[in-house]
């Protein structure tokens, strides 16, 4: 075995952070017993916050070549901790291993922190305390759970988890317009929005009210937000706030579309956001007008669950196919052909004409002409909300129509000003 000196300044940080993660774990720990006898406890915060320093003790050893020491102090640290649960398993008859395995992981964290990784082991430690502290939260969600929802979360990992990482890089197809890589990344931050939203709502339920499903619906489909109030107003059986909630879900449209143009076209982002702000804020102003004076309502339905291969796979191959036709009409008519294009496509889905643009090379089409006609598509998405508006919710959604035609006429004086000044 070889030794090496000791520097008292790196010593100290490390010592210092496995000391930090014993504590931190050990607190929540020992607030969570706090009911138990004295005595009772296998382990509580003086114990978690000696695992951890004894475990850092182990890794500074282990770093500075004392392997065998190391391990034997570790051994011991582990063989110590499974003793005595195993002991009050044995005593008590329960079978609960979290905190057994929350001193393993202390255990663990700690010898991180004295192999010279403080920050990660402190990282390591905050995520495990912040997992402890939500008990309650979780065991509430899993009863909210049913099997289409373990499902949607099952799609969801294979989609963000199990494709991503192992794509082909470079780019690929007819005008090398497709990169593997860019185009699952937009399965993974529109399904995205989709499984937060709907999973927010089944955690909070429309009990929280109709403004509550606005907001929650919003983030991935103010347009079935938008039908679902419409109908419910049409059919007589809304309180009131269901205009409220139709003009709420589309001044959260913006705020989605802002940040999906942040993730997926970084450089349209400030000429987009001076477009769309005027529209934004009078979308939010003349939903809290109509909420203030809407009586309480139980709210809507929770959205359906919005993960489903096929309509990715299917969003895919329409974004593919629309990089290509980009490309094409960048070499065919220009820049300003990109934008009708743009503009054509986004009538359709704005995601897919956002992300067309993102993926286009710098220098291809000017960012505000690109915002212009990712706006100009808003505009006609919102037009076809308002038919939608008329339509299903009839005289009862007239204040939701005032309220989307506001919202229109300052997205529309935005893209003339914006154009004039082409």
């Not at 003086?46 to 102090?73: C, E, H, K, P």
């Not at 939203?197 to 983030?219: E, S």
């Not at 009708?340 to 000017?366: H, K």
């Amino acid at each position: 075995m070889g030794g090496a000196s000791i520097s008292l300044g790196p010593t100290s940080l490390t010592l210092g952070a496995a000391f930090a993660v014993g504590l931190l774990i050990g607190i929540e720990r020992g607030w969570k017993l706090r009911s138990a006898a004295d005595g009772s406890r296998v382990a509580g915060i003086r114990t978690f916050t000696l695992l951890g320093l004894g475990s850092g003790v182990a890794g500074l050893l282990q770093s500075l070549g004392y392997s065998l020491v190391a391990g034997l102090i570790v051994a011991g640290l582990a063989g110590v901790t499974a003793l005595g649960y195993w002991r009050d398993m044995q005593s008590s008859g329960r079978a609960d291993a979290t905190t057994a395995v929350a001193a393993m992981v202390t255990i663990v964290l700690g010898f991180l922190a004295g192999i010279g990784q403080p920050a990660l082991a402190v990282a390591g430690a905050a995520v495990a305390t912040f997992v402890l502290a939500l008990r309650s939260e979780t065991h509430r969600l899993i009863h909210l759970l049913d099997e289409e929802d373990i499902k949607a979360l099952a799609r969801y990992a294979v989609i963000a988890a199990a494709v991503y990482p192992f794509l082909p890089n470079g780019r690929f197809g007819p005008y090398d317009a497709w990169d593997p890589h860019a185009l699952w990344l937009v399965v993974i931050v529109v399904t995205g929005f989709s499984f937060a939203g709907y999973a927010a709502n089944r955690m909070f339920g429309a009990k929280r009210g109709t403004i509550a499903t606005a907001i929650i619906g919003g983030a991935y489909s103010s347009t079935a937000v938008t039908y679902s109030f419409s109908q419910k107003l049409g059919a007589g059986e809304g309180g009131g706030a269901e205009n409220a909630g139709i003009a709420l879900a589309t001044a959260v449209m913006y705020l989605r579309v802002i940040v999906l143009v942040a993730i997926l076209a970084t450089s349209l982002l400030v000429p987009f956001v001076i477009i769309v702000a005027p529209a934004l804020v009078t979308g939010f102003a003349v939903s809290w007008w109509l909420y203030r004076r809407a009586p309480h309502s139980t709210g809507a339905a929770p959205p359906g669950n919005p993960i489903a291969l096929l309509p990715a796979f299917t969003f895919v191959a329409f974004v593919a196919v629309a990089a290509v036709v980009a490309r094409w009409a960048e070499g065919t008519f220009g820049e300003q052909g990109i934008a009708v294009l743009l503009l054509v496509m986004g009538t359709m889905d704005v995601d897919a004409a956002i992300i067309t643009a993102g993926g286009l090379e710098p220098g291809t089409i000017a960012p505000h002409l690109a915002a212009l006609a990712i706006g100009g598509t808003i505009l006609a998405n919102m037009t076809v909300k308002l038919g939608t508006t008329l339509v299903y919710g009839k005289g009862a959604a007239r204040p939701a129509a005032l309220a989307l035609g506001a919202s229109m006429v300052a997205l529309a004086a935005s893209l003339i000003v914006g154009y004039l000044r082409l």
